[in-house]
């Protein structure tokens, strides 16, 4: 089935409900309508009420996504000691920033273009995702700092700056299709700059590279 082409001036009568104005013109092209707003009725906030806070807090890591001034984007994983993701309040989550490889790409964008889309998911005992959408900015450590621990977050991992997000949208990612997983201990040399710790060359970009400029 080949889909109408969505132009400057297409204009779905949908513009009171959540979501962009792409999907809702998908919606009425696939005569999904219905159903998207069944679930934007039943499943969509603007705020995280007091079962999704509590989901935050209890998650070890999330899928951020951001792009840049031109709409090229980024996604990336943060992770921590469940407490790292913390909710100010219903609006308003904030999450740190640790040391790492210097290229700055979620930040970058962020500077650029504060949309962010943020991704939970327990793998182990709910099954169940946590999608939270908002904009997002750069605050410096002492903003949240935690009493006695003015520069580290949970499990001793150094907090260098926050990133504070307010929220628009909250909304379920249904189980599914999550895959069960079980959680094994490991060592995590948090902040490290260890090459190996930090998986080396693992996909051999460096040695490829090296191998071209020999040749």
């Known amino acids: 089935?080949?889909?109408?082409?969505?132009?400057?001036?297409?204009?779905?009568?949908?513009?009171?409900?959540?979501?962009?104005?792409?999907?809702?013109?998908?919606?009425?092209?696939?005569?999904?309508?219905?159903?998207?707003?069944?679930?934007?009725?039943?499943?969509?906030?603007?705020?995280?009420?007091?079962?999704?806070?509590?989901?935050?807090?209890?998650?070890?890591?999330?899928?951020?996504?951001?792009?840049?001034?031109?709409?090229?984007?980024?996604?990336?994983?943060?992770?921590?000691?469940?407490?790292?993701l913390r909710v100010i309040d219903s609006r308003t989550l904030v999450y740190p920033e640790y040391r790492g490889n210097g290229v700055m790409a979620s930040l970058g964008n962020i500077m650029e273009n504060p949309h962010v889309g943020m991704l939970m998911v327990d793998f182990a005992d709910d099954l169940i995702g946590l999608h939270v959408n908002g904009r997002a900015r750069i605050a410096p450590l002492e903003e949240f700092a935690v009493e006695g621990e003015a520069e580290s977050g949970p499990g001793?991992?150094?907090?260098?700056?926050?990133?504070?997000?307010?929220?628009?949208?909250?909304?379920?990612?249904?189980?599914?299709?999550?895959?069960?997983m079980v959680p094994v201990d490991r060592v995590r040399n948090w902040g490290t700059d260890d090459v190996k710790s930090k998986g080396g060359d693992f996909f051999g970009v460096k040695a490829d590279r090296m191998s071209d400029a020999k040749d």
């Not at 934007?40 to 998650?59: C, I, K, T, W």
């Open 156 to 180: 001793g991992k150094k907090v260098e700056r926050w990133v504070v997000v307010d929220v628009q949208e909250a909304y379920i990612h249904c189980r599914k299709h999550i895959p069960r």
């Open 1 to 84: 089935m080949s889909l109408p082409e969505l132009t400057e001036t297409t204009s779905p009568d949908r513009v009171e409900l959540p979501g962009s104005r792409g999907e809702h013109f998908l919606q009425c092209a696939l005569e999904t309508s219905d159903r998207a707003t069944r679930f934007y009725s039943d499943q969509v906030l603007d705020h995280l009420n007091p079962a999704m806070a509590e989901f935050v807090g209890r998650m070890e890591m999330a899928f951020i996504s951001t792009a840049d001034a031109d709409g090229e984007c980024d996604s990336s994983l943060r992770a921590g000691p469940a407490g790292f």
